[in-house]
């Protein structure tokens, strides 16, 4: 008898709708003690819409720059989606034999995100991310050093967002990648500051 096995958990975007599906049923019960600002349905479709995105910054033997701008809309009080860009420029003083040799390479990648207000100052977060990456810095987890590859995180967290004015938050955010044969992120949990301004 011929038997066959699917796993959901292979496929990525099917990844982050199971951790983001998990995350809303568990946080669902916190939702009457949400004090909502305002009403989203009383907006334009225009002011429903955020930008930004966060910066980040790492100098020492590993030097990594990375810019990630964001676009989202919030469909409900406490409901926003979003995707986002990556690019990070990584150089690695150290790489190779000797600390005299250095490379560098660029990443670049995008992300799908999802937000949920549990109050005004404090949200969970979801964030599905894929990363393109060079194989020839040591990244690469195969035999073939010739090329880049796709590395993907899952991520799961929650943050706290203060209003910089009437359309500006700054967000700090600590998730947690459930990918732990990640290249990028060394080590668990991964701490973000960004900012978003609605239109």
């Known amino acids: 008898m011929l038997k066959v096995k699917f796993s959901l958990l292979k496929y990525p975007m099917q990844k982050f709708f199971l951790f983001t599906s998990v995350l809303l049923l568990l946080i669902l019960p916190f939702q009457a003690n949400a004090d909502d600002e305002e009403n989203v349905r ?15 910054l790492q100098i020492g033997t590993i030097t990594a720059v990375v810019i990630s701008p964001t676009v989202a809309y919030r469909f409900t009080n406490r409901y926003t989606m979003g995707v986002g860009g990556t690019y990070q420029y990584y150089r ?4 190779g034999i000797s600390p005299e040799f250095s490379a560098s390479t660029n990443i670049l990648g995008g992300s799908v995100f999802a937000r949920y207000n549990i109050t005004r100052q404090f949200f969970a977060h979801t964030e599905f991310e894929a990363l393109n990456l060079d194989s020839q810095m040591g990244f690469g987890t195969g035999s073939s050093l010739d090329g880049r590859f796709w590395e993907y995180n899952y991520f799961a967290g929650g943050g ?31 701490f973000r500051f960004g900012l978003d301004v609605r239109l």
């Open 160 to 190: 706290y967002r203060a209003p910089l004015g009437p359309r500006a938050y700054l967000n700090i955010m600590i998730l947690y990648n459930f990918n732990s044969e990640s290249v990028v992120y060394y080590q668990n949990p991964v």
């Open 42 to 56: 009383d907006l334009p479709t225009r002011e429903r819409i955020y930008v930004g995105g966060y910066i980040g």
């Open 92 to 95: 690695d003083r150290g790489w």
